[in-house]
């Protein structure tokens, strides 16, 4: 991590130092800072609230003549100089702590650049020091998180911003961290340190493989196909690309100059890397000189080029104090499946990602635990809405709360759906892959599905609420129900994750609301239809849960449910799916990658996945037919135990039910074909 800026000691100038500037009239009032720009950064982030942005824009804008370049490649000092380029986006404030210093550091940094595009231009800083005893303006208040919450409504979207630009790299950080564990002790709350590892290899090539295709596709340099790349995606992350772009751009555009593609460029700036004794995975055909003479000429090119830059943002991010709550928020959510903004706690939320009421019913007031989706009315809910479904208050014609009118004896229900990536609807739109189909408009939903870890339960077949924006009618459980019987409006949540399986279910059950005494019953999904078999080691046959295991968890969660849900509930145990019509089906097609150049295959990209041991399947995403067929037979166990347990096992507060996968009805319509080919992936 870069060394902070340090404060001087009081009453000392250094020579190196430029005086204060007043910005001009109309700029904030600040107290006299002195400049000292330093080391590099190597992460920005957006301010708190709207409030300080608009602050931080104005100063900008009146200081916009004595800026000073950062620069940010590693070793090198900082550049001071004047720009009278245009500032690019928001600025950001950056906390700085160091123990040589008197007071408090902070920096203020903004995007500047020149023309239509910023992102390859210059970071600027200032840096303020406030001295202990001094003026305090309210801006250079560091918020502790129960201050920060109080007025995050206010200020929600810059909030948002700076989530998704911090999301961002934990949820890479988590993806590239161990599977979940079994058991019911919970993650870990550390993330561990996998920059490196196989899932940051994989979207390296991949954001690659895109520039070099938009670049083609375009007939463009591949300046210009970063720049547009940049362009396409939302504001809100557009700082995160421009700092890739800064970091990486020049070099991954010399290589593919050169004729190296995505795999040897990935290597090269080591954000694919080899493990002692393994082979180099690539995914492209290896260039006619072989893929290690390859890789060793790009790095060769590279030590004659500039310094490569570096980039730790990712290990240093939550390293900053206004950061660190913000960071273990983050963690929580990611750790617990409950939602981020919840301030009443009863586990439902106003937000609609993060956890929120895209993954459960929408909470109607979030100042009251008492008043959330799923409750019994309270006195027939005459005063206020109690169960968020929308009915409430009293017929004048006849003196009836309407709540009791339309819903007394309806025997409402509440759906909730306990499952995998399956249940969570996790998908990858095709056309953020596909040059030839990609635009602004394809990229619009990129920070909602960050936000969601690129989940979309909201349009899932269990618990989806929405029409899908992504393919296909959303025809839920949840929909159904809600046409027979309106009062179950909102009564929703999905308790699924990526790479769920019935082992770390047993952590995931806990975040389940629901009050024996106060709720109405609910119909249960248990569907964790392949984690079960599938891994991505090696060995992946020692990985499989057992028929022993299968067992004992399923058992676990049933008792944790019989005695969390009310009395006259249903539980549904769905059979696993027999994965291996995704290979039949799949392996010979050309993956969206692929597309413009018919050059990669989905068998293709099995292999470089499995390789890097991130596969989501290896036992069946492969071309060893009796490695498909033991996973099969793995996952036929399983599916008996399920149904062996409802044969025979009985729980006071539900009955329970078996189904097998209903394969044939869900896997062949176009739009699940799509949806299963890129879960596959």
Sequence with gaps: MPAAASCPPPGSTPAELKPWQNPGVGAPSLPPP??????????????????????????????????????????????????????????????????????ECLALLTLSGSGN???????????????HGSAEPELFMQPSWSSQASRMRGSRQTFFNLFCILWLPILLKAASSPPLPRGNDPPTASLSSGLYKGHTCVGCVLVVSVIE?????????????????????????????????????????ELIDREMNADVVCHSLKLCKQDPGQLLCHLYAPPKVGLSAAIRKAKSIMKTSKDL??????????????LANLCEKIKYVMRNKLPFEDFDGDKFSTFPTLRGYHWRGRDCNDKNTTVYPGRRPDNWDVKSDSNCNGIWGMDPKDGIPYEEKFCKGADSQGVVLLGDSAGAHFHIPPEWMTVTQMSAKSFANLPMAFTDELDWPQFSEITGFLNSTIGGWTDSLYLRLRRRNRCNHRDLQNISQNG???????????????????????????????????????????HMTTPKEMLSNVMQVLRYLDSRL?????????????????????????HPLGQLNRDITYSQIYSFLDCLQVSPCSGW??????????????????????????????FANFDIFYMDFPLRQNCCSPWNKNYLAEGAT
């Design 566 to 590: 009310p009395n006259g509930s249903h539980v549904i145990l769905t059979g696993l799916v027999d994965g291996r019509f995704l290979w039949d089906n799949l392996h010979d097609r050309y």
């Design 621 to 650: 995403l492969t071309p060893n037919e009796t490695l498909r067929n033991l996973t099969s037979e793995r996952a036929l166990q399983l599916s008996n135990v399920l149904k062996e347990i409802a044969r025979s096992e009985k």
């Design 500 to 542: 769920g399986s019935s082992g770390n279910l047993l952590y995931l059950i806990k975040s389940l609301a629901r009050n024996q005494l106060l709720d109405n019953p609910a119909i249960v999904i248990y569907a964790t239809i392949g984690n079960d078999v599938c891994n991505g080691n090696r060995d992946t046959l020692a």
């Design 213 to 253: 295709q938009l670049a083609q596709w375009h007939n463009s340099t591949v300046k210009a196909a970063m720049e547009r790349l940049c362009n396409y995606i939302p504001e809100k992350l557009q700082g995160f690309c421009y700092i890739l772009a800064e970091l990486y751009g020049p070099h991954i555009a």
């Design 34 to 103: 002195q400049l000292q720009p330093e080391q590099p950064l190597s992460f920005i982030f957006h301010a708190w609230s709207s409030r300080m942005e608009t602050l931080v824009k104005n100063l900008a804008e009146a200081a916009r003549d004595t800026y000073f370049f950062l620069s940010v490649v590693e070793g090198r000092g900082v550049t001071a100089g004047r720009g009278g380029g245009r500032v690019c986006g928001s600025g950001f404030f950056f906390p700085f702590c160091n123990t040589s210093c008197s007071g």
């Design 309 to 322: 830059k570096s980039f730790t943002g990712f290990s240093s991010v939550c390293a900053f104090p206004l």
């Design 117 to 131: 595009y910023c992102g390859l231009r210059s970071l600027v800083i200032r840096c303020y020091c406030r001295r």
